[in-house]
């Protein structure tokens, strides 16, 4: 595996782990929200199972990732493309705290899609 593809696999594996972090803290926050009696809690449990269910999916193309399959490859670009749609509708309203998850796509983005990575991946 070239150590570029390495690279984009850990950061596969760290934003798996927040994803599901995020979503889990969501959830938290949620039933919390629904066990004080507030509306509207359905949007919060919704991008709970979203957060969550994106960390499984990045998890899982981390872990498939070593035995090259093709997929991986189309499914972390993918991904990281809605990251980076994501992260500059969020700097567009004011929140520039997305700037890093931007960062963090194409640097994603370029380790799968690098002629190294296409090769190994290819072979």
Known sequence: MPSSLKWGVGLLWV??????????????????????????????????????????VLAVAAGLAPGRWRAVRIVATAVQILNVVGGVIGVTSGALQFLAGIALALVVIRAFNSAEAKAWFNH
């Open 15 to 56: 934003q798996g782990a927040l994803a599901v972090l995020s979503g889990v803290t969501l959830w938290i926050v949620a039933a919390d929200a629904a066990d004080h009696g507030q509306e509207g809690t359905g949007l919060l449990t919704g991008l709970a199972i979203f957060y969550v269910g994106l960390g499984v």
